[in-house]
């Protein structure tokens, strides 16, 4: 097609244009008829907004619901962890040497006084075993510290002279518990 001569165009080219020129005339064209009354419109976009607004309480519940369930396993799993450590405190205190000897003493037990070992490599006897009697018993729980230099205030000892006074002046004496030093940081 394309060894045809520019002649053979030119003379097709009118009547091509002819042809469209007749398709081509402009009219007025009707208007549309709506498929849909406006009615319908209106009750379609109605239930459509009706079922967002349905949907989005229904979502905003189910996530109220979520966050009560979420407090709640919160607040319980705050009481287990405080359980958790209360066990784990008095476990520690089971394992108190000072606990584990206080169990033994209550069972009867003592401290052996003197040691007897049986060594593995030859089964040989090492050292002369004894019976453990109550006086081997040691003194478990220790004594109590002494009070603080700063908590034992020094003794105060005050003598009041009997003076001489007739029956009638006599006064009921009164005696001074202050001390007879000054505090520090005072003078005069």
Do not use: Y
Not at 58 to 82: E, G, R, W
Request: proline share 11%.
């Amino acid at each position: 097609m394309s060894a045809i001569s520019p002649t053979v165009r030119r003379t097709r080219l009118p009547k091509m244009a002819q042809a469209a020129v007749a398709r081509a005339k402009l009219t007025v064209a009707p208007t549309p008829v709506s498929s849909i009354p406006r009615a319908g419109f209106i009750v379609v976009v109605s239930v459509i907004l009706a079922l967002g607004v349905v949907g989005l309480l229904m979502f905003n519940t189910s996530m109220q619901q979520a966050s009560f369930l979420a407090t709640k396993l919160d607040a319980q799993a705050t009481k287990l962890a405080a359980q958790q450590q209360q066990l784990e405190l008095e476990l520690a205190a089971m394992h108190d040497p000072q606990q584990v000897a206080v169990a033994a003493r209550k069972l009867g037990m003592v401290p052996p006084p003197s040691p007897t070992f049986i060594l593995l490599t030859d089964g040989s006897i090492v050292g002369e075993g004894a019976p453990a009697t109550s006086a081997d018993a040691v003194q478990i729980n220790p004594l109590p510290a002494p009070r603080p230099k700063e908590l034992t205030p020094e003794k105060l000892i005050i003598t009041v002279k009997p003076e001489a006074q007739s029956p009638q002046t006599q006064k009921p004496k009164t005696q001074s518990t202050k001390p007879t030093t000054k505090p520090k940081g005072q003078h005069g």
